[in-house]
């Protein structure tokens, strides 16, 4: 399985998880989920849902209705309507325990911190302090990498190179304040509070290939998370 695909997959199982939802319903949910920046085409979704339809993951609802895809002209919709079977579930549970490396990239980092509210409290912990260190490693080769610029590149491309460091730091900090809320948490001390119903990804570092995006939900305030204040938001 590719990057991407599982990705989009986990992502898929996770929003399935919670209610079923035919095509229509379920791309504008990825697109929240994913970000903008990541626009979903039917082109990339259906595959994705076939695929995990032939897995036994995902069982369609009305699956005899002819699907005719969606455009300007004729904006006809599916009429089918996809929900996890007992194999999806088994799976999307799988998912959510791993929390190995692939767990701290980018991507994948920010699809499953969207699923934390249904995550076991050790396995956030092992994500949270993963990507953490994933994050450091990646700072020291941007600080390098700065310190060369300014001897070789001209000023805009250097404070490219600052922006991009900057962004991780603070997504650095974040964690930081994330990890100890955790721990405050477990430990009875009291924290910030949260509700854990979080249904964004967190701030996408920027090394010149992105930017910070998303919210708690498409209305709301980026990143309102736990212990921030109203002047920092």
């Known amino acids: 399985?590719?990057?991407?695909?599982?990705?989009?997959?986990?992502?898929?199982?996770?929003?399935?998880h919670?209610?079923?939802?035919?095509?229509?319903?379920?791309?504008?949910?990825?697109?929240?989920?994913?970000?903008?920046?990541?626009a979903l085409s039917y082109g990339t979704l259906y595959p994705c849902l076939k695929s995990l339809v032939a897995q036994g993951f995902l069982v369609e609802d009305n699956p005899d209705v002819e699907y005719v895809p969606a455009t300007a002209l004729n904006g006809k919709r599916s009429k089918i309507v996809y929900r996890l079977?007992?194999?999806?579930?088994?799976?999307?549970?799988?998912?959510?325990?791993?929390?190995?490396?692939?767990?701290?990239e980018d991507e994948r980092f920010g699809v499953h911190f969207a699923f934390f509210g249904q995550t076991d409290r050790a396995v956030r912990m092992r994500v949270l302090e993963g990507r953490r260190s994933r994050l450091e490693e990646r700072l020291e080769r941007m600080r390098s990498s700065l310190a060369r610029a300014r001897e070789r590149f001209d000023?805009?491309?250097?404070?490219?190179?600052?922006?991009?460091?900057?962004?991780?730091e603070r997504e650095v900090r974040w964690l930081n304040e994330l990890i100890e809320t955790e721990r405050a948490n477990r430990t009875g001390r009291?924290?910030?509070?949260?509700?854990?119903?979080?249904?964004?990804?967190?701030?996408?570092?920027?090394?010149g290939r992105g930017q910070e995006t998303g919210s708690r939900d498409p209305s709301?305030?980026?990143?309102?998370?736990?212990?921030?204040?109203?002047?920092?938001?």
Request: glycine share 12%; proline share 9%.
């Open 155 to 168: 000023d805009y491309t250097v404070e490219l190179q600052r922006h991009g460091l900057e962004s991780v």
């Open 85 to 104: 079977s007992p194999e999806g579930k088994q799976r999307f549970e799988e998912l959510l325990a791993d929390s190995g490396p692939d767990a701290w």
């Open 190 to 207: 009291t924290g910030p509070a949260t509700d854990g119903n979080v249904t964004a990804v967190p701030p996408k570092t920027s090394d």
């Open 18 to 38: 919670d209610a079923p939802m035919h095509g229509y319903e379920l791309r504008k949910r990825l697109n929240i989920l994913l970000g903008a920046l990541r």
């Open 220 to 233: 709301g305030p980026p990143y309102d998370r736990p212990g921030r204040s109203a002047q920092e938001r």
């Open 1 to 16: 399985m590719g990057r991407r695909s599982g990705v989009l997959e986990f992502a898929v199982l996770g929003l399935l």
